[in-house]
T-cell receptor
Framework: EAQVTQNPRYLITVTGKKLTVTCSQNMNHEYMSWYRQDPGLGLRQIYYSMNVEVTDKGDVPEGYKVSRKEKRNFPLILESPSPNQTSLYFC???????????????FGPGTRLTVL | AQSVTQPDIHITVSEGASLELRCNYSYGATPYLFWYVQSPGQGLQLLLKYFSGDTLVQGIKGFEAEFKRSQSSFNLRKPSVHWSDAAEYFCAVGRNQAGTALIFGKGTTLSVSS
């Protein structure tokens, strides 16, 4: 089954304790992206990756890192989490970069992160 | 700058009644427009998308949307709402011509009453 998976689905942590949220897709997609969703703000893009070893900042990259060493994986790293990073995080992927006809972003199920 | 506005935060519709969710966008060129649905505790699912051509777009689950350039709108419609349609709905526009990201509206929560 074609899907985007995220782990963990739920995480409670404390300020300053490094964490990684994994994202994996089995569709051989080139493009992957991370969003955060906050009440009243909708979804905002954190980082995206056009292909292996190619990443770039989205609208709200501060406090986050990413890496793209393999095509299928795009982990989101919080080196020193803070309470304002408490949010619902979504990973997404698409076959190729761009939103042309026939190309669609597929979203993972989300990771709910709480930073105390 | 590109932006998406969903004027209605919360809408309640009776089961079987028609639905229209509003979306207005700000974008300089021909936009790529999307509607996504998020059921409670779930990820986002694409309902439909518009790139060019016919301004009335059909999607899944009986939804449709109409692109009106003169009004900068992309409203989502369904003729008869089912209780299972209760969810949060997001309108989105492609962030740039390269289409490397989406800008989302803040969402509209749909409640369905019996």
């Amino acid at each position: 089954e074609a899907q985007v998976t995220q782990n963990p689905r739920y995480l409670i942590t404390v300020t300053g304790k490094k964490l990684t949220v994994t994202c994996s897709q089995n569709m051989n997609h080139e493009y992957m992206s991370w969003y955060r969703q906050d009440p009243g703000l909708g979804l905002r893009q954190i980082y995206y990756s056009m292909n292996v070893e190619v990443t770039d900042k989205g609208d709200v990259p501060e406090g986050y890192k990413v890496s793209r060493k393999e095509k299928r994986n795009f982990p989101l790293i919080l080196e020193s989490p803070s309470p304002n990073q408490t949010s619902l995080y979504f990973c997404a992927s698409s076959l190729i970069p761009g939103l042309g006809r026939g190309n669609t972003q597929y979203f993972g199920p989300g990771t709910r992160l709480t930073v105390l | 700058a590109q932006s998406v506005t969903q004027p209605d935060i919360h809408i309640t519709v009776s089961e079987g009644a028609s639905l229209e969710l509003r979306c207005n966008y700000s974008y300089g060129a021909t936009p790529y427009l999307f509607w996504y649905v998020q059921s409670p505790g779930q990820g986002l699912q694409l309902l439909l998308k518009y790139f060019s051509g016919d301004t009335l777009v059909q999607g899944i689950k009986g939804f449709e949307a109409e692109f009106k350039r003169s009004q900068s709108s992309f409203n989502l419609r369904k003729p008869s709402v089912h209780w299972s349609d209760a969810a949060e709905y997001f309108c989105a526009v492609g962030r740039n011509q390269a289409g490397t990201a989406l800008i989302f509206g803040k969402g509209t929560t749909l409640s369905v009453s019996s």
